[in-house]
């Protein structure tokens, strides 16, 4: 049964890189061709769900579990001849981009370095989580990007990306929006050249915040309903959308620009767990790998047009 699975999978896998431009988030775009898939319902139920990081070469700027802490780096995209050289850092979800990030930097010639850290972000405030340890880590971790960033004046932009399920330390009466914004903007104040523009890329919508409620009632949903289930498992968007402080930050930064994606996820009215075929979701919060493939031409027109190409 595994093989089979795996083999269904990688089916699959094909079938997405042969319709990327016209399935996914593709379809949300009203440029898009038509396309025909020949069975929507088996491409629909063809990915496993439960997110889990890209690994490989990937690890090598991921920081999660190790003691003492490390900064890493990894490198998409060309090292020599590219027109833009750009720092994409945040937590999961942005280390779950690096699928779009590694077409984006292939396609455009761009080279995309990446450095992240498991539930920790570019942000001068301290984290509000319950274990203290974890807020001393993530402390540590952006004290060594500032430090590399600081020393590294060559890049051309800075991709910054995180979960909006994230709170920061508060100031006076900042509510948790304005706090994030603040601490995300006082960070950015810290690299070299001001001129040189940030993007925040606003986070995806929380469709689901705990894994084990999306496995138990929004994978069944979309089980028994296959490709209908972009309607009949679909949520308001006021349920799903939440703020992640980006849109704060870039006000209070002359050279940071915000890139929001949610029409690639949403309706005007509802979000759907399940958009043009593919799932969008590995685990109810961070995204499925199939969907950014789809994701990734739409999300480059967006960065490219915030670097002013």
Request: charged residues 25%; glycine residues 8%.
């Amino acid at each position: 049964m595994a093989a089979h699975q795996t083999a269904v999978a990688a089916e699959a896998e094909r079938e997405v890189e042969r319709l990327a431009g016209c399935i996914g988030a593709a379809t949300m775009d009203p440029g898009t061709p038509e396309c025909e898939v020949d069975d929507p319902s088996s491409l629909v139920g063809a990915f496993s769900t439960g997110y889990s990081d890209p690994g490989g070469s990937a690890a090598d700027c991921w920081s999660n579990r190790e003691r003492p802490v490390r900064l890493g780096v990894c490198s998409l995209g060309p090292e020599t001849g590219y027109s833009h050289r750009l720092l994409a850092t945040g937590d999961s979800h942005s280390h779950q981009m690096l699928s779009a990030y590694q077409r984006i930097a292939q396609e455009r010639g761009w080279r995309i370095d990446v450095a992240g850290r498991a539930g920790c972000h570019w942000n001068a405030r301290p984290m509000l989580k319950s274990v203290q340890e974890s807020i001393d880590l993530c402390t540590e971790w952006n004290r060594q990007l500032e430090d590399y960033v600081r020393s590294h004046p060559e890049y051309d932009g800075y991709l910054v990306l995180h979960s909006s399920k994230q709170s920061v330390q508060a100031v006076g009466d900042e509510d948790r929006t304005e706090a994030l914004g603040a601490g995300l903007a006082e960070a950015w104040a810290q690299r070299p050249d001001l001129s040189v523009p940030v993007i925040a890329i606003r986070d995806n919508p929380i469709f689901e915040e705990n894994a084990d409620v999306f496995e138990r009632e929004v994978v069944p949903c979309i089980e028994e309903n296959g490709d209908d289930a972009a309607t009949v498992c679909a949520r308001d968007r006021e349920a799903v959308l939440r703020d992640d402080g980006s849109a704060v930050a870039v006000e209070l930064d002359p050279n940071a620009r915000l890139v929001d994606m949610t029409d690639y996820y949403c309706g005007p009215e509802t979000c759907s767990p399940v958009i043009g075929y593919l799932p969008v979701y590995a685990d109810g919060f961070h995204v499925s790998r199939p969907f950014l493939v789809t994701l990734a031409p739409f999300l480059g027109d967006r960065i490219a047009a915030a670097l002013g190409d």
